[in-house]
Protein backbone atom coordinates (compact mmCIF):
# COMPACT_ATOMS: atom_id res chain seq x y z
CA UNK A 1 0.00 0.00 0.00
CA UNK A 2 1.50 3.56 -1.09
CA UNK A 3 0.69 5.90 1.55
CA UNK A 4 2.34 7.78 4.32
CA UNK A 5 1.50 6.34 7.11
CA UNK A 6 0.38 8.65 10.24
CA UNK A 7 2.95 9.46 12.94
CA UNK A 8 0.44 8.76 15.96
CA UNK A 9 -0.31 5.13 14.46
CA UNK A 10 3.00 4.14 15.86
CA UNK A 11 2.78 6.32 19.08
CA UNK A 12 3.18 3.98 22.35
CA UNK A 13 -0.42 5.21 23.14
CA UNK A 14 -3.51 6.23 21.15
CA UNK A 15 -3.49 10.04 21.47
CA UNK A 16 -7.00 12.22 20.82
CA UNK A 17 -6.90 11.77 17.37
CA UNK A 18 -7.15 7.81 17.66
CA UNK A 19 -9.61 7.86 20.02
CA UNK A 20 -12.03 10.10 17.57
CA UNK A 21 -10.88 7.27 15.01
CA UNK A 22 -11.99 4.55 16.82
CA UNK A 23 -15.58 4.47 16.35
CA UNK A 24 -14.58 4.22 12.84
CA UNK A 25 -12.39 1.46 13.27
CA UNK A 26 -14.91 -0.34 15.23
CA UNK A 27 -17.21 -0.11 12.22
CA UNK A 28 -14.45 -1.17 9.81
CA UNK A 29 -14.37 -4.71 12.18
CA UNK A 30 -17.91 -5.57 12.42
CA UNK A 31 -17.85 -5.39 8.31
CA UNK A 32 -14.73 -7.32 8.14
CA UNK A 33 -16.69 -10.14 10.54
CA UNK A 34 -19.73 -10.07 8.32
CA UNK A 35 -17.40 -10.64 5.27
CA UNK A 36 -15.56 -13.69 6.70
CA UNK A 37 -19.23 -15.91 6.74
CA UNK A 38 -20.42 -17.88 4.28
CA UNK A 39 -17.24 -17.93 2.02
CA UNK A 40 -15.88 -20.63 0.64
CA UNK A 41 -12.90 -21.51 2.10
CA UNK A 42 -12.57 -25.33 1.95
CA UNK A 43 -8.89 -26.29 1.83
CA UNK A 44 -7.97 -27.73 -1.61
CA UNK A 45 -6.80 -31.44 -0.99
CA UNK A 46 -4.40 -31.37 -4.50
CA UNK A 47 -2.34 -28.54 -3.45
CA UNK A 48 -0.94 -27.09 0.35
CA UNK A 49 -1.16 -23.66 1.26
CA UNK A 50 0.91 -21.34 3.16
CA UNK A 51 0.43 -17.91 4.30
CA UNK A 52 2.90 -15.57 4.89
CA UNK A 53 1.07 -12.26 6.11
CA UNK A 54 0.57 -9.63 8.98
CA UNK A 55 -1.53 -7.76 11.66
CA UNK A 56 0.34 -4.88 11.13
CA UNK A 57 -0.21 -3.02 8.14
CA UNK A 58 3.23 -2.01 6.67
CA UNK A 59 6.25 -4.11 6.33
CA UNK A 60 6.94 -7.00 8.42
CA UNK A 61 9.26 -9.23 6.19
CA UNK A 62 6.16 -10.93 4.66
CA UNK A 63 8.36 -11.60 1.10
CA UNK A 64 11.56 -12.04 2.52
CA UNK A 65 9.81 -14.95 4.52
CA UNK A 66 8.24 -16.26 1.20
CA UNK A 67 11.30 -16.75 0.01
CA UNK A 68 13.31 -18.45 2.92
CA UNK A 69 10.07 -20.99 2.53
CA UNK A 70 10.36 -21.22 -0.82
CA UNK A 71 14.38 -22.08 -0.86
CA UNK A 72 13.65 -24.66 1.78
CA UNK A 73 11.03 -26.85 -0.47
CA UNK A 74 13.22 -26.55 -3.12
CA UNK A 75 15.90 -28.02 -1.02
CA UNK A 76 13.50 -30.88 -0.30
CA UNK A 77 12.69 -30.61 -3.96
CA UNK A 78 9.28 -29.82 -3.84
CA UNK A 79 7.34 -27.97 -6.61
CA UNK A 80 6.48 -24.84 -4.99
CA UNK A 81 4.94 -21.38 -6.10
CA UNK A 82 4.24 -18.43 -4.99
CA UNK A 83 1.09 -16.78 -4.96
CA UNK A 84 0.07 -12.87 -4.40
CA UNK A 85 -2.58 -10.53 -5.24
CA UNK A 86 -1.93 -8.13 -8.24
CA UNK A 87 -1.66 -4.15 -7.50
CA UNK A 88 -0.01 -2.01 -9.81
CA UNK A 89 2.22 -0.50 -7.78
CA UNK A 90 3.76 -3.46 -5.78
CA UNK A 91 5.67 -4.58 -8.75
CA UNK A 92 9.19 -4.43 -7.07
CA UNK A 93 8.06 -7.08 -5.01
CA UNK A 94 6.71 -9.07 -7.70
CA UNK A 95 10.09 -8.96 -9.63
CA UNK A 96 12.02 -10.04 -6.29
CA UNK A 97 9.70 -13.10 -6.18
CA UNK A 98 9.69 -14.04 -9.87
CA UNK A 99 13.41 -14.17 -9.14
CA UNK A 100 12.99 -16.71 -6.73
CA UNK A 101 10.24 -19.14 -8.14
CA UNK A 102 7.47 -18.94 -10.45
CA UNK A 103 4.88 -16.28 -9.56
CA UNK A 104 0.59 -16.31 -9.86
CA UNK A 105 -0.93 -13.01 -9.80
CA UNK A 106 -4.40 -11.80 -10.49
CA UNK A 107 -6.70 -9.66 -9.17
CA UNK A 108 -8.01 -12.69 -6.99
CA UNK A 109 -6.04 -15.35 -5.02
CA UNK A 110 -8.34 -17.89 -5.75
CA UNK A 111 -8.06 -17.94 -9.61
CA UNK A 112 -3.88 -18.01 -8.73
CA UNK A 113 -4.06 -20.57 -6.93
CA UNK A 114 -6.54 -22.31 -9.64
CA UNK A 115 -4.13 -22.01 -12.63
CA UNK A 116 -1.12 -23.17 -9.44
CA UNK A 117 -3.09 -26.58 -9.63
CA UNK A 118 -3.22 -26.65 -13.28
CA UNK A 119 0.54 -26.40 -13.38
CA UNK A 120 0.88 -29.17 -10.64
CA UNK A 121 2.58 -27.13 -7.88
CA UNK A 122 2.49 -28.93 -4.70
CA UNK A 123 2.76 -26.22 -2.42
CA UNK A 124 1.82 -22.02 -2.82
CA UNK A 125 3.32 -19.80 -0.74
CA UNK A 126 1.08 -16.79 -0.16
CA UNK A 127 2.78 -13.29 0.06
CA UNK A 128 -0.03 -11.28 2.10
CA UNK A 129 -3.49 -12.61 2.16
CA UNK A 130 -4.11 -13.50 5.75
CA UNK A 131 -7.66 -11.79 5.80
CA UNK A 132 -8.50 -13.29 2.84
CA UNK A 133 -11.43 -15.23 3.85
CA UNK A 134 -11.70 -17.09 0.51
CA UNK A 135 -8.87 -19.47 1.52
CA UNK A 136 -8.65 -22.08 3.98
CA UNK A 137 -4.69 -22.21 4.66
CA UNK A 138 -3.08 -25.60 5.27
CA UNK A 139 0.09 -23.14 7.50
CA UNK A 140 -0.25 -19.46 8.10
CA UNK A 141 2.71 -17.37 10.08
CA UNK A 142 1.34 -14.01 11.09
CA UNK A 143 4.66 -11.28 10.90
CA UNK A 144 5.32 -8.84 13.16
CA UNK A 145 8.34 -5.84 12.66
CA UNK A 146 10.34 -5.84 15.74
CA UNK A 147 10.43 -1.92 16.08
CA UNK A 148 7.41 -1.21 14.64
CA UNK A 149 5.26 -4.11 17.06
CA UNK A 150 1.93 -3.15 17.06
CA UNK A 151 1.89 0.59 16.60
CA UNK A 152 -0.90 2.27 19.14
CA UNK A 153 -2.12 -1.36 19.35
CA UNK A 154 -5.58 0.02 17.84
CA UNK A 155 -6.73 -1.00 14.22
CA UNK A 156 -7.29 0.95 11.20
CA UNK A 157 -8.19 3.88 10.93
CA UNK A 158 -7.51 4.50 14.13
CA UNK A 159 -4.07 2.68 14.36
CA UNK A 160 -2.07 0.26 12.19
CA UNK A 161 -3.90 -2.96 13.10
CA UNK A 162 -5.98 -4.44 10.27
CA UNK A 163 -7.43 -6.79 13.27
CA UNK A 164 -7.28 -6.77 16.58
CA UNK A 165 -4.46 -8.54 18.57
CA UNK A 166 -6.46 -10.74 20.57
CA UNK A 167 -7.10 -12.33 17.35
CA UNK A 168 -3.95 -14.19 17.98
CA UNK A 169 -5.69 -16.53 19.63
CA UNK A 170 -7.04 -18.01 16.47
CA UNK A 171 -3.79 -18.56 15.27
CA UNK A 172 -0.97 -21.02 15.66
CA UNK A 173 2.70 -19.28 14.66
CA UNK A 174 4.03 -16.20 14.79
CA UNK A 175 7.34 -14.71 13.09
CA UNK A 176 9.13 -11.75 14.18
CA UNK A 177 11.47 -10.04 12.24
CA UNK A 178 14.15 -7.31 13.04
CA UNK A 179 17.54 -7.47 14.89
CA UNK A 180 16.70 -8.55 18.13
CA UNK A 181 14.70 -5.22 18.93
CA UNK A 182 12.27 -5.49 21.50
CA UNK A 183 12.27 -9.23 21.70
CA UNK A 184 11.36 -10.38 25.06
CA UNK A 185 9.00 -8.03 25.92
CA UNK A 186 6.98 -8.67 22.75
CA UNK A 187 7.33 -12.48 23.42
CA UNK A 188 5.91 -11.75 26.48
CA UNK A 189 2.65 -10.14 25.44
CA UNK A 190 2.32 -12.60 22.46
CA UNK A 191 2.31 -15.58 24.98
CA UNK A 192 -0.50 -13.67 27.49
CA UNK A 193 -2.49 -13.63 24.83
CA UNK A 194 -1.95 -17.02 23.93
CA UNK A 195 0.34 -19.46 25.45
CA UNK A 196 0.12 -22.51 23.08
CA UNK A 197 1.90 -20.19 20.11
CA UNK A 198 4.64 -20.71 18.07
CA UNK A 199 6.97 -18.06 17.81
CA UNK A 200 10.20 -17.78 15.49
CA UNK A 201 12.65 -15.12 15.09
CA UNK A 202 14.19 -13.81 12.20
CA UNK A 203 17.05 -11.63 11.69
CA UNK A 204 18.13 -9.64 8.61
CA UNK A 205 21.44 -10.88 7.28
CA UNK A 206 23.51 -8.58 4.66
CA UNK A 207 25.04 -10.61 1.90
CA UNK A 208 27.23 -8.37 0.40
CA UNK A 209 28.17 -6.02 2.80
CA UNK A 210 32.11 -6.57 1.67
CA UNK A 211 31.40 -4.45 -1.03
CA UNK A 212 30.84 -1.54 1.36
CA UNK A 213 34.06 0.41 2.35
CA UNK A 214 33.19 1.14 6.38
CA UNK A 215 35.71 3.99 5.77
CA UNK A 216 33.29 5.89 4.23
CA UNK A 217 29.78 7.73 5.28
CA UNK A 218 26.76 6.80 3.55
CA UNK A 219 23.31 8.15 3.18
CA UNK A 220 20.43 5.86 3.29
CA UNK A 221 17.10 5.78 1.89
CA UNK A 222 14.51 3.75 1.47
CA UNK A 223 10.47 3.26 0.67
CA UNK A 224 10.25 -0.06 2.52
CA UNK A 225 7.57 -0.81 5.35
CA UNK A 226 10.07 -1.28 7.66
CA UNK A 227 12.74 1.59 7.12
CA UNK A 228 13.90 1.42 10.33
CA UNK A 229 15.06 -2.28 10.46
CA UNK A 230 16.99 -1.35 7.51
CA UNK A 231 18.55 1.33 8.85
CA UNK A 232 19.70 -1.01 12.00
CA UNK A 233 21.09 -3.73 10.00
CA UNK A 234 23.13 -1.03 8.45
CA UNK A 235 24.57 0.20 11.44
CA UNK A 236 25.06 -3.21 13.05
CA UNK A 237 27.18 -3.87 10.26
CA UNK A 238 29.82 -0.97 11.12
CA UNK A 239 28.08 1.75 8.13
CA UNK A 240 28.44 4.85 8.83
CA UNK A 241 25.19 6.13 8.31
CA UNK A 242 24.92 9.95 8.44
CA UNK A 243 21.71 10.71 7.25
CA UNK A 244 18.54 8.44 6.42
CA UNK A 245 15.70 9.59 4.40
CA UNK A 246 12.60 7.35 4.71
CA UNK A 247 9.70 7.98 1.99
CA UNK A 248 6.22 5.70 1.65
CA UNK A 249 6.09 2.22 1.04
CA UNK A 250 6.53 1.42 -2.31
CA UNK A 251 7.38 4.64 -3.41
CA UNK A 252 8.08 5.40 -7.12
CA UNK A 253 11.20 7.66 -7.14
CA UNK A 254 11.12 10.46 -9.73
CA UNK A 255 14.06 12.35 -10.89
CA UNK A 256 13.81 15.05 -8.67
CA UNK A 257 13.89 12.61 -5.87
CA UNK A 258 17.16 11.43 -6.95
CA UNK A 259 18.63 14.77 -7.78
CA UNK A 260 17.73 15.73 -3.93
CA UNK A 261 19.43 12.85 -2.66
CA UNK A 262 22.01 12.88 -4.51
CA UNK A 263 22.44 16.82 -3.84
CA UNK A 264 22.58 15.85 -0.23
CA UNK A 265 25.04 13.09 -0.24
CA UNK A 266 27.10 15.43 -1.80
CA UNK A 267 26.50 17.95 0.82
CA UNK A 268 27.35 15.47 3.77
CA UNK A 269 30.38 13.85 1.49
CA UNK A 270 29.31 10.43 1.60
CA UNK A 271 27.98 7.88 -0.71
CA UNK A 272 24.10 6.64 -1.31
CA UNK A 273 23.19 3.34 -0.48
CA UNK A 274 19.03 1.71 -0.73
CA UNK A 275 17.46 -1.57 -0.36
CA UNK A 276 17.14 -4.26 -3.70
CA UNK A 277 13.12 -3.90 -3.39
CA UNK A 278 13.61 -0.20 -3.96
CA UNK A 279 17.07 -0.01 -6.17
CA UNK A 280 14.27 -2.34 -8.74
CA UNK A 281 11.61 0.71 -8.81
CA UNK A 282 14.67 3.01 -9.42
CA UNK A 283 15.12 4.18 -13.72
CA UNK A 284 18.09 3.16 -15.14
CA UNK A 285 19.25 6.69 -15.65
CA UNK A 286 18.85 6.81 -11.95
CA UNK A 287 21.13 4.41 -10.69
CA UNK A 288 24.69 5.77 -11.36
CA UNK A 289 25.22 7.18 -8.22
CA UNK A 290 23.39 3.99 -6.14
CA UNK A 291 24.31 0.52 -4.74
CA UNK A 292 22.05 -1.33 -2.75
CA UNK A 293 22.17 -3.46 -0.30
CA UNK A 294 21.18 -7.59 -0.75
CA UNK A 295 20.08 -8.92 2.72
CA UNK A 296 18.79 -12.80 3.32
CA UNK A 297 16.58 -13.55 6.05
CA UNK A 298 18.34 -15.73 9.26
CA UNK A 299 16.00 -17.82 10.85
CA UNK A 300 17.19 -17.95 14.64
CA UNK A 301 15.06 -21.14 15.83
CA UNK A 302 15.21 -22.92 12.35
CA UNK A 303 15.00 -26.87 13.45
CA UNK A 304 11.63 -25.93 15.26
CA UNK A 305 10.71 -23.56 11.94
CA UNK A 306 11.82 -26.86 9.38
CA UNK A 307 9.87 -29.28 11.28
CA UNK A 308 6.56 -26.92 11.01
CA UNK A 309 6.62 -26.72 7.33
CA UNK A 310 8.21 -30.44 6.79
CA UNK A 311 4.28 -31.28 8.35
CA UNK A 312 2.78 -30.20 4.60
CA UNK A 313 5.21 -32.29 2.79
CA UNK A 314 6.48 -35.75 5.20
Not at 63 to 87: G, H, M, P, R, V
Not at 122 to 151: E, T
Request: proline share 3%; net charge positive.
Amino acid sequence: MKFNKPKFWDYKKPNITSYLLWPISIIIQFINFFKSIGKNNKKNSSIKTICIGNIYLGGTGKTSLSIKINKILDKQKIKACFIKKYYSNQVDEQKILEKNSKLFKSNTRRDSLNRAIEEGYKIAIFDDGLQDFSINYDLSFVCFNNINWIGNGLTIPAGPLREKLSNLKKYKNVFLNGNDENLDDIKKYILSINPNINIYEGKYIPLNISEFDKKNKYLAFSGIGNHKTFISMLKINKLDIVKDLEFPDHYNFSKDDIDRIISLSKKNNCKIITTEKDYNRLDPNNKNEIRFIKSDLAIVNEQEFLKNISKLYE
